[in-house]
């Protein structure tokens, strides 16, 4: 059963000390229960506040060990103040903003946080998409010297899926893309639409062999295929969305290198812009993060 605050009043309640924090990351990592990840075994002794040891096989495990919060030293009821702001900003925050907003120590912190939790907003083993789906690419990055359309340099390339739900813009998947070559769109569509799909696109020759793997394919236009026509309505709107989002909350800070991770976010909190409540997608947003596997600072800067 899915079981987060509503309202903030409400998260101020529940979360104010380490222990019910410490209580509610054991109830979603161990839903059923302790579980030992070597044996299985569903009985264990405390150690301390965080460890457990198996009464089985004796392998001692911590709540928060394989998690974002792996090796942490700053306190759960901080962590858990973060994913609230995080998840309750309509348009989320920059690093800044929450260095400001939480009192964290520094940028750098606050900007590795945002990293680290962003890389838990894929949920794993999360639905392809599937049905009727809007196919195109993009380009983002600032405004530089250069032909425009699929040939731009110095930007990065993102194809950009939109299933079509009731003539409105379903979930949405974005991926960054190496070139507009069949063989790197044909990759994405496959890790990123279900099989027996039917895809709508432009008439750019990359996307012609969709119908040999697997996928239905419909041509809306076989004439001009220059960037910036209306060809593709939900792809040109999330397009627009999302570099809006990024000049706004993020200044247009944002380097190539992880632009990855920000369209991770974006892809997050659109695809959940109908929630009732905003505290749903601060329990999704912490289930994800006892799954996903921990990430260093260093890796994420060498990114």
Known sequence: MEDYPLTQLDFEKRFSTEEACRDYLFSIRWPNGFQCPRCKNDKAWPLSEFHYQCSNCNY????????IFHSTNKPLTIWFRTIWWITGQKNGVSALGLKR?????SYRTAWNWLHKLRRAMVTPGRNLLSGVVQ???SYFGGQKQGKRGRGAENKTLVLIAAEINNSRIGR???QIIEDASAQSLEHAI???INKGSLIQTDGWPGYKNFTSIGYGHNIVCKGDTEMGENLLPFCHTVASLVKRWLLGTHQGGVSHKHLEYYLDEFTFRFNRRYSKHRGKLFYRL???AVQVEPVTNVK????
């Open 172 to 174: 949405i998947r974005l």
């Open 300 to 303: 994420i800067i060498k990114k």
């Open 135 to 137: 196919v195109d690419e």
């Open 60 to 67: 001692q495990v911590s709540i928060i060990a394989g998690t």
């Open 286 to 288: 912490i289930e994800n």
């Open 101 to 105: 907003v939480l009192g964290l120590g």
């Open 190 to 192: 496959r890790k990123n």
